[in-house]
C-alpha cells in the first residue's frame, strides 16, 4: 500500500508561484512514476506533469515553461514548482503514485486571482 498526501496549495495572483509537495508513505519501493492531475471547477480531471522512476519528465502543453517537476528521494516526496500562474490553473491538484496499482492523494486547492 502507499500513501500519498499533498500540500502546498493556497491563493495566489496571477503571476505569481507556489510549489506543491506530494509526500509517498508506506510501500514505496518500486513505484514507477508520480503524477500530478488536476479538476478545475466544473471540468475533468486532466494530468498536468509526471516523473518516472528514471527521472524521465513529461508535462501537458498548457503548462510546458511554467511549470517544474521535481523529487527529493531522501525525502520521498515530489514537487511541482508553479510559475507564471494564471486563472486558468486555479484548480484542486492531485498526486498518484503508480504502482501496480494507482494510489491518489486528498487533493490540494490552488486558486488564481487575476
Known amino acids: 500500500q502507499v500513501h500519498v498526501v499533498e500540500s502546498g496549495g493556497g491563493l495566489v495572483q496571477a503571476g505569481g508561484s507556489l510549489r506543491l509537495s506530494c509526500a509517498a508513505s508506506g510501500s514505496i519501493a518500486g513505484i514507477n512514476a508520480i503524477n500530478w492531475f488536476r479538476q478545475p471547477p466544473g471540468k475533468q480531471r486532466e494530468l498536468v506533469a509526471t516523473?518516472?522512476?528514471?527521472?524521465?519528465?513529461n508535462y501537458a502543453d498548457s503548462v510546458k515553461g511554467r511549470f517544474t517537476i521535481s523529487r527529493d528521494n531522501a525525502k520521498n516526496t515530489v514537487y511541482l514548482q508553479m510559475n507564471s500562474l494564471k486563472p486558468e490553473d486555479t484548480a484542486v491538484y492531485y498526486c498518484?503514485?503508480?504502482?501496480?496499482?494507482?494510489?491518489w492523494g486528498q487533493g490540494t486547492q490552488v486558486t488564481v486571482s487575476s
Open positions: 516523473i518516472t522512476s528514471a527521472g524521465t519528465t
Open positions: 498518484n503514485a503508480v504502482k501496480r496499482g494507482v494510489y
